[in-house]
Structure formats: C-alpha cells, structure tokens
C-alpha cells in the first residue's frame, strides 16, 4: 500500500494545504516552482487541478488559437489552478511563504496565491498505470560462497 500511495497508484488523504491561483496568465515555470517547493517541505502528495502529480509528470504548455495554456501531462488545465498537498500543513505554508520565497516571487508579477490549510485532502490517484519501459529489476547474481 505504502508504494501505491508513492507511486500514485492509490487515491490519499491526509491532512495538508490548498493553494488556488486564478490569473490566467501563470507560467508553467511558476507552477513548477511551487510544486517544488511543496516536495522540498515534504509533501508526500500533490496534485494539480485533481491531477496527481508524481516524479515523470509534465507540466508544461500549449500555444494554440493566440492563447497559451497550461497543461499537465499533455492535458490542458483550466483557472483557477487548484494545487493540493498532503503533508505537514504549517511546514509546507511556511515553505512556500518563507521571506524571498516562491510566493513573494509571485506577488513582484501580481499574482496572489490563495493559500488555506485543510484538515482534510483527497488527493485521486493516477488515471492510467506509470509504464516503465527501460527500467528492471536486475536479476540476482549468484553469490560465491
């Protein structure tokens, strides 16, 4: 069970904090930097906009029709961007509010986190199974005795 949860194979909830950002003009490598910053403060879950967040997720952008949107893992995310994570909530506030931080970072562009802590947190898991295509277990060697 303890690998699902890490590997987002299972669904956890916990206790944790909400972060909603409504300008539309945020830059994914914003997005980014507080996803950082919450597994720097030790989160032990995060999604974004219901989705889960894991170690080869991609969040990125797309330009298209004069527009540039964020996206997730090639899906295109709406405002307001709703981040979620399980954790320590003071520790993972103070991660992110800490002087000279990503949120006064933010506040020089004019964007204004919302940044509430939660007793409560569903963070889904994965919609499709992590594939591995190169890694392995290698096969034990035998041991001269």
Do not use: H
């Not at 699902?4 to 539309?24: F, M, N």
């Not at 797309?62 to 893992?73: E, G, I, K």
């Amino acid at each position: 069970k303890r690998l699902d949860i890490l590997t987002g194979q299972a669904s956890v909830a916990g206790p944790g904090i909400k972060i909603i950002l409504q300008k539309e003009n945020l830059l994914y490598s914003d997005v980014v930097g507080l996803i950082n910053e919450l597994w720097n403060s030790g989160a032990e879950a995060v999604a974004i906009n219901n989705i889960r967040i894991i170690d080869t997720t991609a969040i990125g952008f797309l330009d298209a029709l004069n527009t540039t949107y964020l996206t997730c893992d090639k899906e295109i995310l709406e405002a307001p961007y709703t981040i979620t994570a399980i954790g320590n909530s003071n520790i993972l506030e103070k991660g992110l509010t800490m002087p000279g931080g990503i949120v006064d970072n933010l506040e020089f562009f004019k964007i204004y986190p919302e940044i509430t802590i939660e007793e409560e947190i569903l963070i889904p898991a994965l919609t499709e199974k992590k594939v591995l295509r190169y890694a392995t277990v290698p096969a034990k060697e035998e041991q001269n005795t």
